[in-house]
């Protein structure tokens, strides 16, 4: 007797297997996954901090917004650097008076209270995502 096909007892054989090799897959793909977001958070802090820079040098004072600590919106960044900041996973401060700061804080709700701070200096400060 010749056979043709496979048997179900072989088919569900391959589909548990495929399912344990996806279960062992998907943890690290989601560390990467929020390691990236952080890398382009910080990477929007150093854009903004780069361009405020050349704005300060261009006029002699920090951008208009900086008078005090509120959320920049992307208008803001538009308007005075040229920036279109678009990131759904954080929300950007920046700090203005004799140094600036800019502070991206995460807005999901995996990591609470998460964020990246840029000092005027170049030096990041994180806990995004934080240490297990």
Known sequence: MKRSGFTVIE?????IILAI???LAVP?????????????????L?????AEKVYRNET????????GERTASDE????????DIKDKNFTYKVTGGDTFTGI?????TKYPGAKIIIREDGTIES????SP
Do not use: Q
């Open 46 to 50: 150093k854009l903004i901090l780069a």
């Open 76 to 83: 803001d960044f538009r308007k005075y650097l040229g920036l």
């Open 21 to 23: 090799l996806a279960s």
């Open 28 to 44: 690290p793909l989601i560390k990467t996954m929020d390691a990236a977001k952080g890398r382009l958070a910080k990477t929007n």
């Open 11 to 15: 088919i569900m054989t391959v589909v």
């Open 104 to 108: 991206a804080e995460y807005t999901g």
């Open 127 to 130: 806990t995004y995502p934080p």
């Open 60 to 67: 002699g004072k920090y951008m208009p917004y900086l008078g």
